[in-house]
């Protein structure tokens, strides 16, 4: 993958003239908990049809946890996902698998195995008694890991690899999947920063191809750059949703993350950008926002 700053650019102000279904994915009356600490109460989420969005908030406000329900891998306390009109808890886990993926934060790699076979068990959900491997399958994984740029790892073991290289190798999984809702768990965690853009790409590509993208994203910058939508939580609560340009003020960033900053134009793109108010004045007194903004955690 390459990244190509005009092609980004075009994406995204695209993007201003898209308009998008009500949710095939939502959740109503959520309460989320592990063991005796509740992380939500009665969170009521709406995921709009073709959107790409992203999910942001400081660390342990439910972010993964609301992404985890709605994946089916986290059972609510209380309350309901919906996909698709059904409560997603009622549905056959292959029928879940072929309109929903998921790469989460931590996979766990399986002992022993190599990347192509990894890649290979995204195609899990398409396999019936009747209908084994075929050749949709082999392209559908050579396509997958074509994309994600990890070719030339195909013999190599998954537990072999670098942080960086193991991330686009499970991003590759959830392509093989082909679902028409991707969720995506931190996915530019352990990836350099030209490898964060081109993920981010690569997303913006599978959106504007028609998915529906959803993502944990901790990077302010990235979320007001590449979302349709966003979605801001705190203390298990959604504080904020809607258009970046509309959510993203410096009042709520204060707010929510307890940093004081501007928010300015991004030169490159149009999009909201986060410029925090740091302590120390560079030398010079130089314009921040031409020296660039740091990421929000």
């Known amino acids: 993958m390459t990244v190509d700053a005009t092609t980004t650019v075009e994406v995204l102000a695209m993007r201003t003239q898209t308009s998008w279904d009500p949710g095939r994915l939502r959740a109503a009356g959520l309460t989320l908990a592990y063991d005796r600490r509740v992380v939500t109460r009665e969170l009521d989420v709406e995921i709009a049809d073709g959107s790409f969005t992203v999910i942001v908030g400081p660390n342990a ?69 009747l209908r084994q491997w075929s050749v949709g399958d082999e392209v559908a994984v050579a396509e997958a890991m074509r994309v994600t740029e990890v070719l030339d790892l195909a013999d190599r073991f998954v537990d072999e690899l670098s942080g960086g290289q193991r991330q686009r190798v499970w991003l590759a999984v959830a392509l093989a999947q082909q679902t028409s809702i991707l969720l995506l768990d931190e996915p530019t965690t352990f990836l350099d920063l030209a490898h964060q853009f081109e993920v981010l790409d690569l997303c913006a590509e599978l959106h504007e191809q028609g998915r529906t993208v959803v993502a944990v994203l901790h990077d302010l910058n990235h979320a007001g750059r590449y979302a349709t939508d966003l979605i801001v939580m705190r203390d298990g609560e959604v504080v904020a949703q809607g258009r970046p340009e509309q959510v993203m003020t410096a009042e709520l960033i204060e707010d929510v993350f307890g940093v004081p900053c501007q928010v300015m134009t991004d030169p490159q793109t149009g999009t909201p950008m986060v410029v925090p108010a740091g302590r120390h004045r560079r030398r010079g007194g130089r314009d921040p926002s031409v020296e660039g903004c740091r990421r929000l955690y």
């Open 61 to 129: 406000c439910g972010k993964s946890t609301l992404l985890k329900a709605l994946a089916r891998v986290l059972k609510p306390r209380a309350g309901a996902v919906y996909l698709d009109g059904a409560a997603i808890a009622a549905l056959p886990s292959r029928q879940v698998a072929r309109r929903l993926g998921m790469l989460p934060q931590s996979p766990v790699v399986p002992a022993g195995i190599v990347v192509e076979d990894l890649v290979a068990r995204g195609r899990f959900a398409h396999q019936r008694l």
